[in-house]
Structures are given as C-alpha cells and as structure tokens.
C-alpha cells in the first residue's frame, strides 16, 4: 500500500467548533507531516513528528493542534480557527532517515473553510 | 535570507515539445533537490531526487540537472503530452525532514 489518505475530503466549520483531519499510512514511513496550502502558493510546513514524536513546530498557532497515536495514524485538531485558516490541509509521510533524503508521499489533502 | 525562485508562474508548449523549468536558490545549502507534480485540488506527488554531488537524473522522459554552483535546478519535460499538464515544485532537501518549496511552474501542453 502506497498510498496515504487523509479525512475528511472538506470540511466547513464555524469559528467556534472543535474539528478534527485524520491522515493514515501503512507504508512503514516512521516520519509524518502536516501542510498548509493556500491557492497557488507552495506547501507550508506545519508540524513534523518522527518516531510519533513531535520534532518540528514551524510556530503554529496553538489553535490547531497535532497528534500522533501511533506510527501510521497523524491527526490535526482544530478549535477556534479563523476564516484566514481556510486552505487545503496536506498531510504526508516519509522515511525517517537522520542525515539523508526523505522524499515524501503526499495525501489528497482536505479542503478547510472557516465560516 | 533564504529564497527559492521557480522561473515562470506559467509555461504554455505544443505537444511534443521540450518544457523546462527552471529552479534557482539563493541562502540555502541543500543536500538535495526534490521535483513534484501537483494536479488542481491533489497533494504534491514526488517526481525525482538529485544528491549535490550528481549533475544529471533521469527518469522515462523527465531530466534534472543540479548546478550548485550556479545554485540552479532545471527540470524538463521531453515529448511532452498534455497529461503532463500540471504545477511541477521544486524543493530543497537539507537533511532535517524539512522541504522548502518553490512556488511552482504551471505547465500547459498544448494538442
């Protein structure tokens, strides 16, 4: 399986609510990421775990906070995002090569809006 | 600081053209230049991987080359099909599992 899936596909939530995305990926990969992708802009790094441990926090807010349960599972919980927080969320994996390449597979991504 | 420049926003080439794209860097010391492609509304999927110390990578009909002296990557496309229409990333690979990406080259092939 080479695949990584991400869920929900959208999701439209108001300022208020509490939300969750969920990234899955069965391909080994011991290091997962979480993007930020606004419309015809790059990929921004979010967050970064390795070995299920938080190694990267690229100064994100704390309204949006990641998690990883186990080695295949990554989630971002969201609560009282801003409607400038809307954009497509990706997640991806890699291997967790200290010192080497780490080429990433991405997931479909889930498309954010904020009322 | 540091800046990654994707030469065009936009390319437009007839079917079976040459595309190449270009990728130039400047505050950065990468170990490696990743390629990807992203299609409208998907994740970036990975294309090709090149080490500082290779001049040149292929793979079917895609060719990167990585001048670090220069600080430039150029990516092409040989006989090129409109399924290769698509933004083609470049990012650079310094060792601690963060990409910094370019802003991309929207390519448009022509029937």
């Known amino acids: 399986d080479t695949e990584v899936t991400q869920t929900p596909k959208h999701l439209v939530m108001g300022m208020t609510n509490k939300k969750s995305l969920k990234c899955e990926q069965h391909?080994?990969?011991?290091?997962m990421y979480w993007y930020k992708q606004k419309a015809k802009k790059p990929p921004e790094l979010m967050f970064v775990?390795?070995?299920?441990?938080?190694?990267i926090n690229e100064s994100v807010p704390s309204r949006f906070s990641p998690e990883c349960p186990n080695s295949s599972l990554l989630n971002l919980h969201l609560h009282a995002l801003q409607p400038e927080d809307s954009a497509l969320y990706l997640c991806?994996?890699?291997?967790?090569?200290?010192?080497?390449?780490?080429?990433?597979?991405f997931g479909p991504g889930t498309r954010l809006t904020v009322l | 600081s540091q800046k990654i420049e994707q030469n065009s926003e936009a390319l437009n080439i007839q079917e079976g053209k040459t595309a190449t794209l270009t990728c130039n860097y400047t505050?950065?010391?990468?170990?490696?230049l990743q390629w990807y492609r992203q299609d409208p509304g998907r994740g970036p999927v990975f294309l090709l991987l090149?080490?500082?110390?290779?001049k040149e990578k292929r793979k079917e009909r895609l060719k990167v080359t990585f001048d670090t002296t220069l600080k430039q990557s150029l990516f092409h496309i040989t006989a090129s099909q409109p399924a290769d229409s698509a933004t083609y990333l470049c990012?650079?690979?310094?060792?601690?599992?963060?990409?910094?990406f370019g802003a991309g080259t929207t390519v448009t092939v022509r029937a």
């Open positions: 391909m080994g990969h011991r290091a």
């Open positions: 505050n950065y010391s990468p170990a490696y």
């Open positions: 991806a994996s890699s291997q967790a090569r200290t010192g080497s390449h780490n080429e990433q597979f």
């Open positions: 775990y390795s070995y299920e441990k938080l190694s």
């Open positions: 990012a650079l690979d310094s060792n601690d599992y963060k990409l910094s």
């Open positions: 090149i080490r500082e110390n290779e």
